[in-house]
Nanobody, 116 residues
Framework: QEELVESGGGLVQAGGSHRLSCTASERTYGIGNIGWYRQAPGKQRELVVTITAAGSPNYGSSVKGRFIISRNNAKKTAYLQMDNLRSEDTAVYYC??????????WGQGTLITVSS
């Protein structure tokens, strides 16, 4: 069973919106910060956004003002609302969560393709 289950990948038109979600499994407890990184073809993985358990976000500069992260702690789920998508947002998006103080849990990744 995957520890983080991601959903919402797909094909989106430039200028459009899309939403990703990331849910921690029942056996994945003690989740602190949670968020997304992404990796485009031929590029390094980069921060999209993370959010603390208290709800404080940290956005990467390339998505600030266009993406919004939220979380529902009772559902152990984070959401990423992506607006005004651009072709350069095309990437595999990886959910990541901090478990306790010393462990990171990564999702398998979900592909977002933005067509121009």
């Amino acid at each position: 069973q995957e520890e983080l289950v991601e959903s919402g990948g797909g094909l989106v038109q430039a200028g459009g919106s899309h939403r990703l979600s990331c849910t921690a499994s029942e056996r994945t407890y003690g989740i602190g910060n949670i968020g997304w990184y992404r990796q485009a073809p031929g590029k390094q993985r980069e921060l999209v956004v993370t959010i603390t358990a208290a709800g404080s976000p940290n956005y990467g500069s390339s998505v600030k003002g266009r993406f919004i992260i939220s979380r529902n702690n009772a559902k152990k789920t984070a959401y990423l609302q992506m607006d005004n998508l651009r072709s350069e947002d095309t990437a595999v998006y990886y959910c990541v969560a901090a478990q306790g103080t010393s462990r990171e849990v990564w999702g398998q990744g979900t592909l977002i393709t933005v067509s121009s």
